[in-house]
C-alpha cells in the first residue's frame, strides 16, 4: 500500500483498499487469508514464485531485549523455521534467505509448496518477494529524488514508508481479519528493519492499523528503502508538533 500525504489520503482512503482476497487455484483454503492473489497468479504462471514467509512467533525490536533475550528470540526463530522446511519437505521450495533478527524466511516455492504455506499453523503471512536486481525507474518513482537531496544536505531526514501487504480499513473487517492484517503489517516492517541493519536510521513510529513506518535515515538507509521490496513509496515526514 502507497502512503499519501494527509491532504490526499482523505480524499483517497477508499481508492487504497486492497481486499484480502483469496484464491481457489492452487488448492488454496479460502479460509486461510494469508496468500494474496497476486502471489498465487504468479505461481500459476510461471511455476514458482519468490515470497517473503511471515513465521508465527512472538518478536521484539532486538534494541528493546537484553542479550540473553536476543539469543533466545534468535533461537525460536531458527527453530521455526526448520520446523516450516520440515513441512515443506518432497514439495517444490528454494530456501533464498534466512533471517534470525525476524521471524521470516524468504523462499522460491512451487505451487503444491505454496499450498502448505496457506495451511501452515507456523506461517501469518506470505509476501511476494521482488529479485534484487529491480527496475531502475521503478526504484526512481519509489523515492523522490528531492530526499536524496535533503539527505545528503542534512544528514538524516524524516521519513514515511509504505509497505507492501494487502490492507483493508478495519472497520470493514471482521476481528479475525484485523488480527490477520495486523500481523502482516508486523512481519513487512520486521522484513524492512532486518534489511535496515547495518545502516544510519531510527524508528520514530510503527503503525499497526496501516501498512507504513515512520523512520529516521540516513543516506544509506534510503537507498534501502529504494530498493527494498517490502517498500512501495516513501514520502517527507514532519516532526511532531509540539504542544502550546
Not at 488480527?179 to 502482516?184: F, I, M, Y
Not at 522484513?191 to 503503525?207: P, S
Request: net charge neutral; charged share 25%.
Amino acid at each position: 500500500m502507497k502512503i499519501l500525504s494527509s491532504k490526499a489520503a482523505g480524499l483517497r482512503t477508499g481508492c487504497l483498499a486492497v481486499l484480502l482476497t483469496l484464491a481457489v487455484s492452487t488448492g488454496l483454503a479460502q479460509s486461510s487469508g494469508k496468500v494474496p492473489r497476486e502471489v498465487i497468479d504468479q505461481a500459476d504462471a510461471y511455476g514458482t514464485v519468490l515470497v517473503l514467509v511471515g513465521l508465527n512467533a512472538p518478536w521484539q525490536l532486538e534494541t528493546e531485549l537484553s542479550e540473553d533475550q536476543v539469543r533466545a528470540q534468535r533461537e525460536a526463530i531458527a527453530s521455526i523455521q526448520k520446523d516450516l522446511l520440515g513441512e515443506l519437505e518432497g514439495r517444490a521450495y528454494k530456501v533464498i534467505r534466512r533471517y534470525d533478527r525476524i521471524p521470516g524466511i524468504a523462499l522460491e516455492v512451487g505451487p503444491d509448496a505454496l499450498a502448505e504455506l496457506a495451511r501452515s499453523p507456523h506461517v501469518t503471512n506470505v509476501l511476494l518477494d521482488r529479485p534484487a536486481a529491480s527496475d531502475a525507474s521503478a526504484a526512481a518513482d519509489k523515492v523522490p529524488a528531492l530526499l536524496f537531496k535533503r539527505v545528503a544536505d542534512e544528514g538524516s531526514i524524516l521519513v514515511l514508508a509504505g509497505l507492501k501487504t494487502p490492507w483493508q480499513r478495519e472497520d470493514q473487517l471482521s476481528e479475525e481479519m484485523v488480527a490477520l492484517q495486523r500481523k502482516a503489517i508486523l512481519s513487512a516492517q520486521s522484513y524492512l528493519l532486518a534489511e535496515l541493519g547495518g545502516t544510519q536510521f531510527k524508528v520514530m513510529r510503527l503503525y499497526r492499523s496501516i501498512p507504513g513506518i515512520a523512520l529516521r535515515v540516513g543516506l544509506d538507509a534510503l537507498r534501502v528503502l529504494e530498493n527494498s521490496p517490502a517498500v512501495t513509496n516513501v514520502i517527507p515526514d514532519r516532526p511532531a508538533a509540539l504542544a502550546r
